[in-house]
């Protein structure tokens, strides 16, 4: 059997930091060089994801400039984007444009005109992206319009690390270096909460149905939190006398619905080393009940560092990303890996993002369980598929039954006559 590779769908002419899905057959993917003079851009790509030809690609239809500021991280909201550019979080309204369709003339000058226009499109469009990557349309279908920008970080080396919209897209929570949390009224942006969780850097943040926001620091505790008050703080190596305090820090956490129980939450939190040892430690995953916050399973995940986590849209499984390129995506309710492909960026897999389980998804890759996006630093946009397992109708199974029976009883006759 040969190495499992994943598919490149796209390659930047910039490091990528972050992934997001809004809706099937659209990805928006952002990174940069950030401030430094090296002639590398900062922007926010929105890719059509298609199938030409039976290879799957992703098309640049639309980039947007963020000048000198790298987008670092992102929330979707519908339509709506909340991007973190260094201290900042900037909220981007994008729009899909529909193509005007013209009456075709056998006419020499509106062929004229046509060619004219669509060369004054492109070269719009390559202007805006300066030198975009790897695509084949460079037509701009999106518009982006910015609605707000609110300062999320007010610390000397300012830099926001974090952002997540509630459920109902009514509530935006920021985290940052300074270890504060900031919650914003959206689509209004007035502050409403503004409270230091960690003692150090928020590492990551998510927030429940009911509101209820879960934080990771560098500070070694992971938090619950309900408006600005503390709910409780989660301990994951409780029952594990052999892991000492300090010995491992929480890096990213993440709610995910139960399948066929919609009264049911969990959440999932990852923890790795707190410091680097000769011998390499195993990175562990913890699955939380996430209405009561009681510790459900923990399992090692490798000694690779994980640096990015997603789960998917119905919580049937959890995508990992490590600091050495590798990608894994493991079945939520058993935390047992059922995909791997090591080192497939080469360098740190710097977010991911599943694609939504709908029809549309499956009429571009196929019949799969699940379709994860990884981006790196190495300014590559890949997909990892979870192909279906076979299943075999019931009647199939009752029928081989049937026959394994009659097939031992003909066998017991033939050598043993007068036993049956």
Not at 239 to 262: H, L, S, W
Request: glycine share 6%; with cysteine.
């Amino acid at each position: 059997m040969g190495r499992r590779r994943a598919a490149e769908l796209y390659r930047a002419p910039f490091p990528l930091y972050t992934v997001s899905v809004p809706r099937a057959g659209l990805v928006v993917t952002a990174g940069g060089g950030g401030a430094s003079k090296t002639g590398i851009s900062n922007g926010v790509h929105f890719l059509r994801l298609e199938r030409v030809a039976g290879s799957l690609s992703a098309t640049l239809i639309h980039c947007h400039d963020t000048e000198t500021r790298a987008p670092m991280n992102m929330a979707v909201a519908g339509n709506v984007l909340a991007v973190g550019q260094d201290a900042t979080c900037h909220v981007l309204r994008f729009q899909e444009e529909k193509e005007k369709t013209v009456p075709r003339k056998n006419s020499k000058k509106d062929d004229t005109v046509k060619k004219a226009e669509t060369k004054k499109r492109k070269q719009a469009n390559k202007t805006a992206c300066n030198a975009g990557g790897d695509t084949r349309k460079e037509t701009s279908e999106i518009t982006v319009e910015a609605l707000h920008v609110v300062h999320t970080d007010l610390s000397t080396d300012a830099l926001q690390k974090c952002v997540r919209f509630n459920q109902t897209h009514s509530i935006l929570a920021t985290g940052g270096v300074d270890g504060y949390i900031r919650v914003w009224e959206f689509p209004s942006m007035k502050k409403r909460f503004d409270f230091q969780a960690h003692e150090a850097e928020v590492e990551d943040l998510d927030i429940s149905p009911d509101n209820k926001i879960v934080t990771v620091g560098r500070d070694f505790k992971c938090c619950v939190w309900k408006n600005d008050q503390l709910v409780t703080g989660l301990c994951w190596n409780e029952n594990m006398p052999q892991i000492t305090e300090k010995m491992y820090r929480y890096q990213a956490c993440r709610f995910g619905k139960v399948e066929d129980n919609k009264e049911a939450l969990r959440l999932y939190t990852v923890q790795i080393p707190h410091k680097r040892e000769r011998k390499p430690l195993q990175c562990y995953i913890s699955k939380w009940d996430g209405n009561n916050f009681l510790p459900l399973l923990t399992r090692d995940c490798g000694n690779e560092v994980i640096s990015a986590m997603s789960v998917s849209e119905l919580g049937t499984f959890v995508g990992l990303g490590t600091v050495t390129g590798s990608v894994a995506i493991y079945i939520a309710f058993s935390l047992q890996q059922v995909y791997y492909v090591k080192e497939t960026h080469g360098i740190v897999v710097t977010d991911l993002a599943f694609l939504p389980d709908v029809r549309q998804t499956r009429e571009v890759t196929g019949e799969t369980e699940a379709a994860l996006l990884s981006v790196a630093v190495d300014s590559r946009c890949k997909l990892h598929l979870v192909p279906s397992r076979q299943m075999f109708p019931v009647w199939v199974v009752l029928l081989l039954c049937g026959l394994i029976i009659v097939m031992t009883i003909l066998l017991l006759q033939h050598l043993f006559p007068g036993l049956l």
